[in-house]
């Protein structure tokens, strides 16, 4: 599916990749229309394929488009795991986001925990377990976080604090493959900072709005779900720190294009500590990626509008020339 690549939008065909099979369909199909909205606004021929559960149906209604790129929109797995990825490499299209290996390691949490450690990042301390051993007893000392290895956008995480009841019932209930990670909870502020390429954006604080501080499917996508501050209110060698930690993390990753890295801030040991890494971060209209680059002079659309121009290679310039710096 080679092909001469236009340099001007108006000669540029784009396939917007969105829905998906997974549990982030929803909001899949949120991002991609706003995609598809804005990469229209710019002035691209794009146009959404909306990705079921046939691929072949899928490579079809790509070849009979026929685009010049893909803006991958699609959430979890299938979406951003390395399948579709695969795919569009195999059809030789280029694609917005990461490769196939990077998505794979960042989907699969206990790979991402290994290429974090062995670049000498901070992660909680963990280890994989399946649901018949969690049955048995608490892998670890309370509070603990268990995890499904390769969902997004918090599917399936659930905190046992003390004297919680529901370990069985979580165990018994399980539904998201043979294996689970369980990690220590660590306490704190939760912070994200997205990266485009080799810029980081800023470090925002999220606050969920109900419940204990944690920020779940409800809080990411629900409106009034959670409270943004950015820039976080935090020491600024905190500050430096969070960006240059996910920067590292982007790197150790072999991320392109965009990613997010989330953060827990322990104040009272002075510490961060990396959570995840996401190369499909959200471009829902409450997504913390397109508030980020925002809040660096970057709109929504020309966002969208740099991501295909890297994605093609189009854009050599430093994106910190594209942005302005930094406000309090």
């Known amino acids: 599916m080679s092909q001469s690549i236009p340099q001007a939008p108006s000669s540029l065909r784009v396939a917007v990749l969105m829905g998906g099979t997974s549990n982030e369909r929803t909001v899949s199909l949120s991002s991609g229309r706003a995609v598809l909205a804005a990469l229209l606004e710019k002035g691209y021929h794009a146009h959404a394929v ?25 959430h979890g797995p299938g979406g951003e795991d390395g399948c579709i990825q695969g ?12 490769g196939v290996l990077a998505s794979a390691m960042a989907m699969d949490k206990a790979a991402t925990r290994m290429a974090l450690e062995a670049s000498g990042l901070p992660v909680a301390t963990g280890k994989v377990i399946t649901p018949q051993e969690l049955a048995q007893a608490d892998p670890l000392p309370r509070p603990y976080v268990i995890k499904p290895l390769a969902e997004g956008s918090s599917v399936g995480v659930e905190i046992l604090h003390q004297n919680d009841p529901r370990r069985e019932e979580l165990a018994r209930a399980w539904r998201f493959g043979d294996h689970l990670l369980a990690e220590d909870f660590i306490p ?9 390429r080799e810029t980081a954006l800023g470090v925002t604080e999220i606050l969920p709005n109900e419940g204990e501080g944690f920020y779940d499917f409800n809080a990411k996508y629900s409106a ?8 976080a209110a935090l020491p600024t060698p905190i500050t430096q720190q969070a960006l240059s930690l996910a920067c590292q993390a982007h790197n150790a990753l072999g ?11 322990d104040e009272q040991r002075q510490r961060l500590v990396i959570l995840e890494v996401n ?16 809040w660096r002079g970057m709109d929504y659309a020309a966002l969208c509008h740099w991501m295909i121009q890297d994605a093609l290679g189009l854009s050599p310039a430093p994106v910190s020339s594209l942005l302005t710096s930094p406000s309090t």
């Open 50 to 74: 909306d990705i079921g559960a046939d691929i072949a149906t899928t490579i079809a209604e790509v070849r009979r488009l026929s685009p010049h790129v893909a803006f991958n929109a699609l």
């Open 87 to 98: 795919v569009l490499e195999w059809l030789s299209l280029p694609y917005t986001h990461s």
């Open 188 to 196: 704190g502020r939760e912070l994200t900072v997205s990266v485009l």
């Open 224 to 231: 009034g779900g959670s409270r943004h501050i950015i820039p």
């Open 255 to 265: 991320c392109s294009g965009a990613s997010r890295t989330d953060f827990r801030y």
């Open 279 to 294: 190369t499909q971060p959200g471009m829902t209209p409450t997504s913390l990626l397109p508030e980020q680059a925002a």
